[in-house]
C-alpha cells in the first residue's frame, strides 16, 4: 500500500535533484492516481492471464512521464496502446522457445519418472536440457535488449516538452554492447567506476 507514495517520492526526489540549464525538473502527481496505476491495474494481470500487461505498462509509462515538468513547462506522451501491445508481441516470440523448452522438460521429467516409478530421472537428461539451454537462452537476452531498445524508443518518440519533440534511435545491439562493456569495465575496477 506503501509502495506508490514511494513512487512519487523517489521520482519527485529525483526530479527536483536534476536541472538543466539552471532550470529544475519537477514531479508532482498525488497518491491516489499513483495507487491506481501502480496498485489496481496491476491486479488485473494475473485475472486476464498477462494479457493486459502492456496496457499496465503504457498507464504507467504515461502517469510517470505526464507529471513530470521541466520549469514550469510539463511533458507530454502520447503514445498508442497498441504500440504497446506490438513490442511485448515481438518480444514474447524471443522467448516461447525458453518456455516451450521449460513446459518440454517438465514433462519428460515427469515422464521418465513416473516410468521409474515415482524414482528421479537420469542425471543425463539435465544435461541434455543443459544443451538447448544454450539456444534458449540467448534468445531470451536478445528478447529483452529488443524489449527495453523498443520500449525507450517509443516512450521518448512519444514524448514532447513545450511543443518540442525527442528523437530516439536506439538498437538493441548497441544496448547490449554498451551494457556488455559497462559491466566488464565495472568488474575489472571492482566497481569503481
Given at each position: 500500500?506503501?509502495?506508490?507514495?514511494?513512487?512519487?517520492?523517489?521520482?519527485?526526489f529525483n526530479a527536483r535533484n536534476?536541472?538543466?540549464?539552471?532550470?529544475?525538473?519537477?514531479?508532482?502527481?498525488?497518491?491516489?492516481?499513483?495507487?491506481?496505476?501502480?496498485?489496481?491495474?496491476?491486479?488485473?494481470?494475473?485475472?486476464?492471464?498477462?494479457?493486459?500487461?502492456?496496457?499496465?505498462?503504457?498507464?504507467?509509462?504515461?502517469?510517470?512521464?505526464?507529471?513530470?515538468?521541466?520549469?514550469?513547462?510539463?511533458?507530454?506522451?502520447?503514445?498508442?496502446?497498441?504500440?504497446?501491445?506490438?513490442i511485448f508481441g515481438i518480444a514474447?516470440?524471443?522467448?516461447?522457445?525458453?518456455?516451450?523448452?521449460?513446459?518440454?522438460?517438465?514433462?519428460?521429467?515427469?515422464?521418465?519418472?513416473?516410468?521409474?516409478?515415482?524414482?528421479?530421472?537420469?542425471?543425463?537428461?539435465?544435461?541434455?536440457?543443459?544443451?538447448?539451454?544454450?539456444?534458449?537462452?540467448?534468445?531470451?537476452?536478445?528478447?529483452?535488449?529488443?524489449?527495453?531498445?523498443?520500449?525507450?524508443?517509443?516512450?521518448w518518440n512519444h514524448t514532447s516538452?513545450?511543443?518540442?519533440?525527442?528523437?530516439?534511435?536506439?538498437?538493441?545491439?548497441?544496448?547490449?554492447?554498451?551494457?556488455?562493456?559497462?559491466?566488464?569495465?565495472?568488474?575489472?575496477?571492482?566497481?569503481?567506476?
Amino acid at each position: 500500500i506503501a509502495a506508490p507514495w514511494f513512487i512519487i517520492r523517489a521520482l519527485a526526489f529525483n526530479a527536483r535533484n536534476t536541472a538543466w540549464r539552471g532550470l529544475r525538473f519537477h514531479f508532482n502527481a498525488r497518491y491516489g492516481e499513483a495507487a491506481v496505476v501502480f496498485l489496481l491495474w496491476p491486479l488485473l494481470v494475473p485475472l486476464t492471464l498477462g494479457f493486459i500487461l502492456p496496457l499496465v505498462t503504457k498507464k504507467q509509462k504515461e502517469f510517470i512521464l505526464s507529471h513530470h515538468a521541466y520549469g514550469t513547462s510539463p511533458f507530454a506522451f502520447t503514445g498508442r496502446t497498441e504500440e504497446f501491445y506490438k513490442i511485448f508481441g515481438i518480444a514474447v516470440l524471443f522467448f516461447l522457445p525458453a518456455i516451450a523448452l521449460y513446459f518440454v522438460f517438465i514433462a519428460v521429467v515427469i515422464a521418465a519418472s513416473a516410468r521409474q516409478g515415482g524414482q528421479p530421472p537420469p542425471a543425463a537428461m539435465f544435461g541434455t536440457f543443459g544443451l538447448l539451454l544454450i539456444i534458449a537462452i540467448p534468445l531470451a537476452i536478445a528478447g529483452t535488449f529488443f524489449f527495453r531498445a523498443r520500449m525507450f524508443n517509443l516512450l521518448w518518440n512519444h514524448t514532447s516538452l513545450a511543443g518540442n519533440t525527442f528523437v530516439a534511435t536506439m538498437r538493441a545491439r548497441d544496448l547490449f554492447l554498451t551494457q556488455f562493456l559497462n559491466s566488464i569495465v565495472t568488474g575489472l575496477t571492482g566497481g569503481l567506476l
